[in-house]
């Protein structure tokens, strides 16, 4: 079964290739709004985020010449922003690490526990709540969360992504959701 | 549902709900969500989760200044991809020019030399030729570790006997191979040498690379 989407960016990169700006806006249009969005969950912050997008389409000008459309240039576009968030978060816990004489009070503050929740309250949820339930997931659960409830990747694209098998994809998502579900507060009040 | 069952339910109901699990551990899932409320509250915040995840964080609209500054540096960055684009066939075509050009200059066409000096030894014998076999397979793979192979490149039936005209060349085997298989294409161009050639083929030689013996 053939994807619209796939063949229609396809058209579109070989179009890229050939150096055809018109058909690089419609990339850009396409695919800079979903990015930016996705590495700003990812990263946890806007500005951030706005960079490693940029980042990410420089880099996706530099190999698309060599691209080969074994996957979808969705999911390759996704790799390289991953790989590059990925490099960020890395940055980060570096520079955290380096600064030992912060003050506690100073540092950003970590995920507190909520109160527990009622299931109906669910929806009373702010979205502050899950920026925080997101951030408190490590960095591989967060992505797997991420690429498959908003972006709506699916497992094998998720793989493709991160790197991993589709096993390793479906045990990410099911703690990142168990842990979610416990950060939110829902566990307790379903038991 | 044991403690074993209850922990692969939990495992795989992401999996379930994305339509990822065969038609027989659906069946069993389903037959375990059926009985079990506990899971079934579990999956329930499995199908909340993403309804939830989007309506509660829902996407942001589109930055459109930072998109129509990015769109205007990639087109600047599209015009070298578009030069470059230009220039590889260019510099192919001008080079097959130059080496054309080189071996009228010299008086030698130049692409058989280059073909001549691949062949690293070639074992070769006039002898009268019944019929011939070509024998050479089609390989696949290049990668990193040089061998030297002897690859067999025509099967010669004379009046007396078959022999096999063998040339011994550098190839490039995969690091996995371990010398098995078939031997990688080979990194120097395969040429047909036949019998009623070989000697023009030789003499045309550079000395350090004609054959060290005769096979026939």
Known sequence: MSDPTRSEDLALVRRVQRGDAAALDLLVERYHGPLSQFLERLLGDAETAREVTQETFLRMMGAVARYQPRAKFSTWLYTIATNLARDELRRRQTRASRATELDDADREPLAEPPTPLAEAALAQLERDDIRRALRSLSADHREAVVLHYYQGLSYKEIASVCGCTVGTVGSRIHYAVRHLRRHLGVQEQAE | ?216
């Open chain 2, 1 to 216: 549902m044991n403690r074993w069952q209850r922990r692969w339910a939990e495992r795989h109901l992401a999996a379930y709900y994305a339509g990822r699990l065969s038609s027989r551990q659906r069946r069993r899932l389903a037959g375990w969500l059926e009985a079990d409320p506990e899971l079934q509250a579990l999956a329930q915040w499995h199908t909340q989760l993403g309804a939830l995840l989007r309506t509660q964080d829902p996407a942001a609209p589109p930055d459109s200044a930072a998109q129509l500054a990015l769109q205007a540096r990639l087109r600047q960055e599209l015009r070298p991809l578009a030069v470059a684009r230009l220039w590889r066939p260019s510099v192919a075509a001008a080079a097959a020019l130059a080496l054309f050009a080189g071996g009228c200059l010299t008086g030698a066409a130049a692409f058989p030399r280059q073909v001549e000096r691949a062949v690293v030894q070639t074992v070769v014998k006039e002898v009268p030729v019944e019929r011939r076999v070509v024998v050479e397979k089609p390989v696949k793979v290049i990668q990193k570790v040089p061998v030297t192979v002897r690859v067999p490149v025509e099967k010669v039936v004379t009046r007396w006997r078959t022999r096999t005209l063998v040339r011994t060349q550098v190839v490039y085997r995969s690091r996995g191979d371990r010398g098995r298989g078939a031997p990688a294409r080979a990194a120097v161009p395969v040429v047909q040498v036949r019998s009623s050639e070989s000697h023009q083929a030789l003499a045309a030689l550079p000395g350090g690379e004609r054959p060290a013996a005769v096979d026939f």
